[in-house]
């Protein structure tokens, strides 16, 4: 089936500084990838939408020059957090559309998740 | 875009059959129901996904009425391991423009 790599799992960074998350679509071209966070106990919030070639689409609320998103190919799409602060401490999930086979209808597949501390 | 309601939490016992019904009173012509399930500190995990009537998988089943406006996730005989939180999603799955928001999502706990 459909397999959407993450990584890394866990990051821990010092305030000020920049992660990067990658998000690899394994075995199936994602156009259209979704970032998602999440914090403890809470369901997830969708951030961007991000399209191959194409600049991401933001959700109301989240910052498009703190959170960079690039999807450069139909497999690949990056999240970078600038200047990151403790209240960025999150986990983030990507995922990517594709067909399922049964339906015929979209649905999405989640990375493992990336777990960001920022101290 | 359709919104849904779940009960926030349900408890069972293994060996039991667990139904999780969703509402979505909005839901569109184009709109998909999908459900997933998410492991604390895991991405969440594709189960099912309907449009009408009734599907059947090899870990669930999912009944839709006629008018579309509920759901439920049927998980026969749960073990200890079906205890996560279960994500009922509607959008519309035909576009490649849509996108799918969650909901608070039901928290099911299988006892022993």
Not at chain 1, 37 to 58: C, H, I
Request: charge should be positive.
């Amino acid at each position: 089936g459909a397999v959407v790599s993450q990584h890394p799992s866990r990051v821990i960074c010092k305030s000020g500084t920049s992660v990067k998350i990658e998000c690899r679509s394994l075995d199936f071209q994602a156009t259209t990838m979704f970032w998602y966070r999440q914090f403890p106990k809470q369901s997830l919030m969708l951030m961007a939408t991000s399209n191959e070639g194409s600049k991401a689409t933001y959700e109301q609320g989240v910052e498009k020059d703190k959170f960079l998103i690039n999807h450069a190919s139909l497999t690949l799409s990056t999240l970078t957090v600038t200047s990151a602060h403790p209240e960025d401490s999150s986990f983030y999930i990507c995922s990517g559309r594709h067909r399922d086979r049964v339906s015929g209808a979209n649905v999405l597949t989640f990375g493992a998740g990336s777990r960001l501390t920022v101290l | 875009l359709a919104k849904t309601t779940q009960p926030i939490s349900m408890d069972s016992y293994e060996g039991q059959e667990v139904n999780i019904t969703c509402s979505h009173n909005n839901i569109a012509t184009n709109d998909y129901i999908t459900w997933y399930q998410q492991f604390p500190s895991q991405g969440p995990r594709f189960i099912i996904q309907g449009y009408k009537t009734k599907v059947t998988n090899e870990v669930a089943s999912l009944f839709i009425p006629a008018d579309r406006k509920s759901s439920t996730l049927s998980l026969p005989r749960v073990s200890l391991s079906d205890t996560a939180v279960y994500y009922c999603l509607v959008g519309d799955a035909l576009s490649n423009t849509g996108k799918l928001i969650f909901g608070q999502g039901t928290t099911l706990q299988v006892k022993p």
